[in-house]
């Protein structure tokens, strides 16, 4: 299965599923225009970009609220906490890391530091 991102100024809409047999039943990058043209028959309007479920392209799996940067061409997801900054392969990370002495620790946003 092939799965098809809608993206609307740059932030994920929907995913949803394509079948191989309706993507030419080739692999990305090749199986990409061909699934958006069976989508546009199916009447769905609206740019569709692929992703992949296991991440081997575009960065990330893409999810309904994500944004898609077209520069760079991949998925990116939403900040869950104002202050965490964007890292390799496009993941979300606080700004300090996490002591590892093997204590339970959260993240204080007001205070940006563990407690």
Request: proline share 6%; charged share 15%; glycine share 12%.
């Amino acid at each position: 299965m092939a799965h098809f991102a809608q993206v609307s100024n740059g932030t994920v809409q929907t995913v949803i599923v394509v079948s191989n047999d309706d993507c030419g039943g080739g692999t990305f990058p090749a199986s990409e225009s061909i699934g958006q043209a069976f989508i546009a028959s199916i009447g769905l309007g609206g740019e569709w970009r692929q992703t992949s479920y296991n991440n081997n392209f575009r960065g990330k799996y893409a999810g309904s609220g994500m944004t898609y940067d077209a520069d760079v061409d991949v998925f990116i997801a939403a900040k869950p906490i104002a202050s965490w900054v964007l890292v390799f392969r496009y993941d979300r990370q606080p700004p300090r890391p996490m002591p590892t002495d093997g204590k339970m620790y959260h993240w204080n946003e007001p205070t940006l530091g563990w407690v």
